[in-house]
């Protein structure tokens, strides 16, 4: 073991991607400890009503946000690993049309208030958090950051706007802001990472040691760069689109059948489950730059590495899951308190939903890497279809933990079950049972 560990530290490619997911992995803890302190601060302040129209309104936007991203922050990683000459072209091009996503985001949500039984304050709020929207077009740079594996810069800029809404927000619980001034910090936090982000990406791009500086004038939109991208994301985009109904249709739907105070609850418990799913997360996102490497030269090690990809990330998540399920009910009294005590069964199920999380990531690296993004779409917009069909029938039969029942089961569908049935992804999923040695 210690000769294992000797060789994989002498080991430049190992070293050189455990060192960027020591950097993102840091940079959650970090999150995630703030986050303990702050967020929850704040969930105690608001209590389950007025927190729950906060978590509504985030969700609300959140239904549509995700079409601002064009379903672009793989492809670009992905194009930039293969050409690096392409930088400036990639880059310029994908920030505009991040721009332009945005402004057909705050359109879209704008009519679709319409349709909801909001009062003028909740949908203050809404439009609010949605404007947060046009800054989040800079995340441009977290991609150039990912395709050179060099994510330290983009976790500095992300630690920086942290810590100074963090401390914006405990201005406000001191004075006993109202729920409105929590929404504006959403928007103020967006705008201080796009700073961080801007400045970061000028400072290693534009230095001595750099042979091609970035010249800000060719930064454009190139029509045909954009219309090569898009033939690319275009099945991503759905694919978000249904990832991000998925995320967030329990919420919106909660607070239209059971009222404000039940998407209280129940934001409490997702709050504390993605602190635990982001680990493997962050993993797959980490290495999938290497993924793309292996993939060009040498199909067999991208299966063998894939494979231990599914093994590691399975295990990791098994070990979450079980610790978090036992941890519930503590965890959840000890950070938000005896009011948010409905919160620990919901956590406590909803706990399964990391296996399944961990699954999806690696069964995107292979999707993306192998351009079968289509894939993507297609058990999204399964899983958004499965997902609304129960949550409509399971909240009027079984309440506030319906949401977490239909959450499982159509994860299980569309992360499992569908590569079953797929032709095309025979080769996958050989690999993915595997794990549980299924042949």
């Known amino acids: 073991m210690i000769q294992k560990l000797k060789s994989l530290q002498n080991h430049q490619g190992f070293m050189k991607y455990f060192k960027n997911t020591s950097w993102l992995f840091g940079e959650k803890i970090l999150r995630m400890i703030v986050g303990l302190f702050v967020g929850i601060w704040v969930a105690r302040y608001l209590g389950p009503e007025q927190f729950g129209l906060f978590s509504y309104a985030q969700s609300f936007v959140g239904l549509f946000t995700v079409i601002a991203t064009l379903g672009l922050d793989g492809i670009i990683v992905r194009e930039l690993v293969k050409d690096e000459s392409r930088r400036d072209e990639l880059i310029g091009t994908a920030f505009w049309l991040k721009v332009m996503g945005a402004i057909g985001v705050l359109i879209i949500v704008a009519i679709s208030v319409n349709f909801t039984s909001n009062d003028t304050y909740t949908n203050t709020l809404v439009f609010i958090i949605a404007s947060a929207t046009i800054f989040q077009s800079f995340n441009v740079v977290d991609m150039y950051f990912q395709s050179k594996v060099m994510s330290k810069y983009v976790v500095y800029a992300n630690i920086i706007s942290l810590l100074i809404s963090s401390l914006v927000k405990i201005v406000l619980l001191l004075n006993e802001a109202p729920l409105e001034a929590f929404a504006w910090v959403i928007l103020f936090d967006s705008f201080i990472l796009a700073c961080g982000y801007i400045y970061y990406f000028f400072l290693k791009t534009n230095n001595k040691y750099n042979s091609t500086p970035i010249i800000l004038s060719n930064l454009i939109f190139r029509r045909d760069a954009a219309i090569s991208l898009l033939k690319d994301s275009w099945p991503l985009i759905f694919a978000g689109v249904a990832i991000s109904i998925n995320m967030r249709i329990d919420q919106v739907m909660l607070k239209e059948l059971l009222g404000s105070e039940s998407v209280g609850y129940y934001a409490a418990s997702v709050k504390i489950m993605e602190l635990v799913a982001f680990i493997p997360q962050m993993i797959s996102k980490s290495i999938f730059p290497s993924f793309i490497n292996t993939y060009k030269n040498n199909k067999t090690l991208f299966l063998n590495r894939l494979k231990k990809a599914y093994r590691y990330l399975f295990y990791i998540s098994v070990v979450l899951a079980v610790l978090l399920y036992l941890l519930s009910e503590y ?109």
Do not use: H, W
């Open 331 to 439: 965890i959840i009294l000890f950070s938000f308190g005896e009011q948010y005590f409905q919160s620990i069964l919901l956590l406590q199920v909803y706990s399964l939903a990391i296996v399944f999380a961990s699954i999806g990531a690696v069964n995107a690296i292979y999707l993306k890497a192998t351009n079968l993004q289509s894939k993507i779409m297609n058990r999204q917009v399964l899983n958004v279809v499965l997902n609304i069909t129960l949550n409509y029938f399971f909240i009027q039969e079984f309440g506030l933990i319906g949401p977490v029942y239909a959450t499982l089961i159509a994860l299980f569908i569309s992360t499992i079950m569908y590569d079953l049935i797929d032709n095309d992804l025979k080769e996958m999923n050989k690999i993915k049972l595997a794990i549980l040695k299924i042949k």
